[in-house]
């Protein structure tokens, strides 16, 4: 079975740091790529990263370019996003989600369950 | 790049059909046949109902269709059921650093 478990999520200050981390199970990360969607509070979804299988691309949103880094340890079958600088804005819950193999697309066919995080 | 616009709410009765639609440009909708739909019930994570326009995910209801005519993607349900009511996302791919950009999503409501 195919599962996405999203761990990392809390209450952190403004201008703070904090790591997300999506371990994976039932399926081999390395040919996947996968990204990282967020949905604030009674909001809709909203787009933050990909990265492709091998990392050769990266993609952000203009909200979190230069702030947040997506990176995955495909050994590890594990996918992270370290998030810097943060405000009140990127209060969310993080899904990270399976894409297409090798490059990323806009499917993203498994999400995990996702992870709070709350900036205040 | 903005976001893809989608209705706020969309309604309908059991066995009747709706289509939810999802507005783009020539930058994003219009040029590539990269759109996904996705169907959230509350608490819950999004779930893939349509990928690349039109194809279905192996398990999801043959009740679930895409199309896409220029800038415009849409999402029909027939037969609609009481579990179909949800919100609805659609995004595409741009080709550009903002890689992926999602519709604000619709409401879908069972009468």
């Known amino acids: 079975e195919v599962q996405l478990l999203e761990s990392g999520g809390r209450l952190v200050k403004p201008g703070g740091s904090l790591r997300l981390s999506c371990a994976v199970s039932g399926f081999s990360l390395r040919p996947y790529s996968m990204s990282w969607v967020r949905q604030a509070p009674g909001k809709g979804l909203e787009w933050v990263s990909s990265?492709?299988?091998?990392?050769?691309?990266?993609y952000y949103s203009e909200s979190v370019r230069g702030r947040f880094t997506i990176s995955r340890d495909n050994a590890n079958n594990s996918l992270y996003l370290q998030m810097n600088r943060l405000t009140a804005e990127d209060t969310a819950v993080y899904y990270c989600a399976r894409g297409t193999v090798e490059v990323p697309a806009a499917m993203s066919d498994y999400w995990g369950q996702g992870t709070l995080v709350t900036v205040s | 790049q903005s976001a893809l616009t989608q209705p706020a709410s969309v309604s309908g009765s059991p066995g009747q059909s709706i289509t939810i639609s999802c507005s783009g440009t020539?930058?994003?909708?219009?040029?590539?046949?990269?759109v996904s739909w996705y169907q959230q019930h509350p608490g819950e994570a999004p779930k893939l109902m349509i990928y690349?326009?039109?194809h279905r995910p192996s398990g999801v209801s043959n009740r679930f269709s895409g199309s896409k005519s220029g800038n415009t993607a849409s999402l029909t349900i027939s037969g609609l059921q009481a579990e179909d009511e949800a919100d609805y996302y659609c995004?595409?791919?741009?080709?550009?650093?903002?890689?992926?950009?999602f519709g604000g999503g619709t409401k879908l409501t069972v009468l």
């Open positions: 995004n595409s791919y741009t080709g550009t650093n903002t890689l992926v950009v």
């Open positions: 690349d326009v039109s």
């Open positions: 990265i492709s299988s091998s990392s050769k691309y990266i």
């Open positions: 020539s930058s994003d909708i219009g040029v590539y046949d990269y």
